[in-house]
């Protein structure tokens, strides 16, 4: 793919990222007068330098269903395939790609929320999860297991809270589909109820207008106690170490949620040392949510959303759903980007809305991160 030569010596150089071999291999530029993306049949081709071949924007789909993915995917493929769009463009990715510090911490979480696909991650016995538990992941303590009503009887886990000394670091990571049937059933937004976030070390005023999926939060409720009385443990022992929370899918609904609920519960020594990574997550909550979330103020945020994943979609904003204000991640088969929060300051609208492009549910499960690779030591 080739460019004009003015427009090649006015983009920075691409820092290839090939050697820490994920779905993230090369970068991707973007500029809000002139997007140098390329679309062919749909899906996003990038190299280190591309062109605009015809750019059109891309409207919002008005038939997305928040009951299942099959139908979302059906109401986009629909809607694109009577719009024959000849290209895309993006007006809200910024102009500079991922460092590779934000990629290593990319990669490293993926990694935890990887393992937590292990069909038995225990603390009964030796467990190895090859590639995921080497390099930035290795020298992990577990400190406990979240379980939930579904794996308690066959002995797998949802999450778990974890130490890594070397890094001074409380990992706490969640893995997706979770219960799959409150997001099925429950939609509707519902109160926070401040009494469940009780506060210990502050006051905090939750806005009245304040709500979230009632599925979502029934399900985070399931967790709560497990993950409040291990970060009280980890967090007596070793009271200066960050805490990293970090899911999958609806994994990162309840990281979001225990980042907050942590926030809100130990307060602000604790707040400026929670960082949240997030792949593949659904909204949560509405706009008064969003911005709520945002002002409190975490050390970081971190949303990762596949380029054709319908999941970071839903629930349909229609419906009154906005993502939480972070540096999104949008990624392809072989590109990357740093979104920032144009347009939509708190759901990154016009990043997002190439996902409209070719959404494809598989990618939901296979675009983030490499398969479980775990097995039992005897």
């Known amino acids: 793919m080739s460019t004009s030569t003015s427009t090649q010596s006015s983009l920075p150089q691409c820092t290839q990222v ?23 049949a ?19 789909s008005t038939a997305v269903s928040t009951v299942a993915i099959r139908i979302a995917t059906y109401a986009f493929k629909q809607y694109m395939d009577s719009t024959h769009l000849p290209g895309i463009s993006i007006t809200g990715m910024s102009v500079s790609p991922i ?6 911490l990319l990669i490293k979480h993926m990694k935890f929320t990887s393992a ?20 930035e ?27 890594q000394h070397r890094t001074r670091s409380i990992i ?52 709560r106690d497990q993950v409040n009385w291990s970060l009280q443990i980890a967090l007596g022992l070793y009271p200066e170490y960050s805490i990293f929370f970090s899911g999958h899918s609806l994994g990162g609904v309840a990281a979001t949620l225990a980042a907050i609920d942590s926030a809100v519960y130990f307060g602000n020594e604790i707040t400026n040392r929670i ?47 906005q993502h939480i204000s972070s540096g999104t991640i949008i990624l392809s088969d072989k590109t990357n980007a740093l979104c920032t929060t144009l347009g939509n300051p708190r759901d990154s609208a016009k990043c997002m809305q190439i996902a409209l492009v070719n959404p494809d549910p598989k990618v939901h499960v296979s675009g983030y991160f490499w398969p479980s690779d775990c097995r039992a030591i005897k």
């Open 99 to 104: 460092s590779k510090t934000t990629l290593r």
């Open 172 to 223: 706490v990571t969640f893995r997706g589909m979770i219960f799959p049937g409150d997001w099925d059933r429950n939609h509707r937004l519902v109160r926070i109820d401040l009494e469940k976030y009780r506060l210990k070390n502050r006051a905090v005023d939750i806005p009245k207008e304040a709500k979230i999926h009632e599925g979502f939060l029934k399900a985070y409720m399931k967790l």
């Open 42 to 60: 749909y899906t996003l081709q990038a190299s280190e330098s591309t062109s605009v071949t015809g750019t059109q924007q891309v409207k919002p």
């Open 275 to 321: 960082h949240l990574f997030t792949f593949g997550s659904p909204r949560i909550g509405n706009k008064q949510w969003a911005t709520w979330v945002t002002e409190i103020g975490l050390a970081s945020v971190y949303r990762v959303a596949h380029i054709s994943d319908p999941v970071p979609h839903m629930p349909s904003s229609i419906m009154g759903y």
């Open 116 to 135: 937590m696909y292990c069909d038995r991650v225990n603390m009964n016995g030796k467990w190895d999860c090859g590639a995921l538990c080497q390099g």
């Open 18 to 40: 090939q050697p820490y071999s994920l779905a993230l291999p090369s970068c991707i530029y973007v500029d809000d007068q002139a997007p140098i993306v390329e679309s062919q």
């Open 137 to 163: 992941t290795s020298q992990l303590q577990i400190l406990s297991l979240i379980k939930s009503d579904n794996t308690i009887t066959h002995g797998s886990s949802v999450g778990m809270v974890a130490l």
